[in-house]
């Protein structure tokens, strides 16, 4: 009978991995939404915590981790690798899969790596609220708990698909003290200019974004907070690749394929960032990236500056969207309906360095129970991505290779979707070409 294999454990990180110097290409700088310009870091202040915008721009290969964070990290960190033997066997493969278990965190998935220090970092300032979006609830979850082990307040706007999909959220969020409203809500201009247009809109993490930053841009107590996309968000989350390099080492294994879904970006640049050194000095490791069909920003989206919500309040990115007008369909993968993709991914895309893949959600749903009835564990949607495309990779792969990839969260909150799926009412949806060139636009023309 086989046995799980138990890895040894490494020690937690004590210092984040910054990609931004490795880069082959710098990234474009951010520009201000109104005039275009270049972006100074001033222009951040009254929405972003000081030593965020620092990250945000740092040129420091490693960023130290704080005392007080590295204390909450220790409740869950390191988090296991696991060897996923049964998973092996029932897809007959010839080399050999692991998982990185980010479901181990309080919150349930890897947002408490990131949701920790942003928190802290505002707590320091003197911040006493903080708002956010999210769009399974994964992150509104993360930063509701870190705002109570801060004493802090939190407000979270949760795209309303979700939040009627997945009504546990709300209760979990309310038992951590923090505050939740389905958006669009009638609690912002944003809100309410949307809810004008259409009553019955479903909400996109584009406008559930645009909610949270009109929210603490009018409140001088509040800042706001990002669950994925922006560099030191990606950051934070380096310790899940820095702990997996480390892992793999103490058992002689060598990752050939890094495997995580995309949504904004932040899982799966965690993951493989790390790595990103060894690849661009020619070690052979594949970065894949998975992501709904339904909303494909990396396999088709254009590569270009755009908003980072739907009112044209945050900073212009460049990265690749499928413009921030675009309103998503209600797949069940939350987490993944965002228009666009961490400017970093995005530059390790358009040079190459990753391959992206796109899947219906009907087919993830299929991989997750598999694992669930193999590995015994039950992942979130999003984490089915990651899950259908290892499977996807194992089947391909050469005999003897090694193939990683990131459970980011459980789905223990999510058993409506397993509910709608098993009934056979999940439709799977690919996106219309028209639908992605008329939300295209709506993008500025920005020159770089």
Same mark, same amino acid.
Request: charged share 20%; net charge negative.
């Given at each position: ?39 100074? +870091? ?338 979130? +949607? ?67």
């Amino acid at each position: 009978m086989e046995t799980r294999i138990n890895l040894p454990q490494s020690e937690m990180p004590k210092a984040w991995y910054n990609a931004l110097p490795d880069l082959p290409t710098p990234l474009a700088p951010p520009r201000d939404p109104e005039t275009k310009e270049i972006l100074t +870091p001033d222009k951040l202040e009254p929405i972003f915590a000081r030593e965020l915008i620092k990250q945000e721009m740092s040129s420091e290969p490693l960023i130290e981790i704080p005392e007080p964070v590295q204390d909450i990290y220790r409740l869950f960190r390191p988090t296991p690798l696991v060897r996923a033997l049964k998973l092996e066997k029932a897809i007959g493969a010839k080399c050999r899969i692991y998982y990185k278990n980010e479901s181990v965190s309080p919150a349930g998935s890897h947002k408490t790596n990131t949701s920790v220090p942003q928190v802290y970092y505002n707590k320091l300032e003197g911040v006493r609220r903080l708002s956010t979006e999210t769009g399974a609830g994964q992150w509104g979850t993360a930063l509701s708990f870190a705002c109570s082990m801060f004493d802090m307040k939190c407000t979270v706007y949760m795209v309303k698909v979700s939040y009627e999909q997945k009504p546990y959220r709300k209760i979990l969020i309310n038992s951590y003290g923090g505050e939740i409203f389905p958006s669009p809500s009638d609690r912002t201009n944003s809100g309410r200019a949307m809810l004008a247009k259409d009553p019955d809109c479903k909400g996109s993490l584009g406008l559930a974004i645009s909610e949270a930053v009109e929210d603490a841009a009018t409140h001088d107590d509040t800042r706001y907070t990002l669950g994925s996309v922006l560099n030191h968000v990606l950051l934070h989350q380096t310790v899940v690749g820095l702990e997996t390099e480390k892992q793999l080492a103490m058992i002689g294994e060598k990752p050939d394929y890094l495997v995580g879904c995309v949504g904004g970006g932040s899982n799966f640049g965690g993951l493989v960032l790390p790595f990103l050194p060894r690849k661009l000095k020619g070690e052979d490791i594949t970065f894949v990236a998975a992501e709904p069909r339904a909303c494909p920003s990396l396999t088709r989206g254009s590569f270009r500056y755009d908003y980072g919500d739907m009112a044209r309040l945050t900073p212009l990115m460049k990265m690749h969207t499928l413009g921030h007008a675009f309103m998503p369909a209600p797949i069940h993968a939350g987490g993944l309906r965002y228009h666009g993709e961490a400017p970093i991914i995005s530059n390790l895309m358009e040079e190459g360095l990753v391959d992206a893949r796109a899947y219906y959600q009907n087919d993830c749903f299929e991989a997750a129970l598999l694992f669930l009835k193999t590995e015994g564990f039950l992942p979130a +949607p999003e984490t089915s991505h990651a899950i259908a495309s290892a499977i996807d990779v194992a089947r391909n792969a050469k005999p003897g290779s090694c193939v990683v990839f990131l459970y980011s969260g459980h789905g223990m909150l999510d058993l409506a979707s397993y509910d709608a799926y098993l009934r056979g009412n999940l439709e799977n949806y690919e996106l219309p070409q028209e639908c992605i060139d008329q939300a295209l636009m709506m993008c500025p023309t920005v020159e770089g």
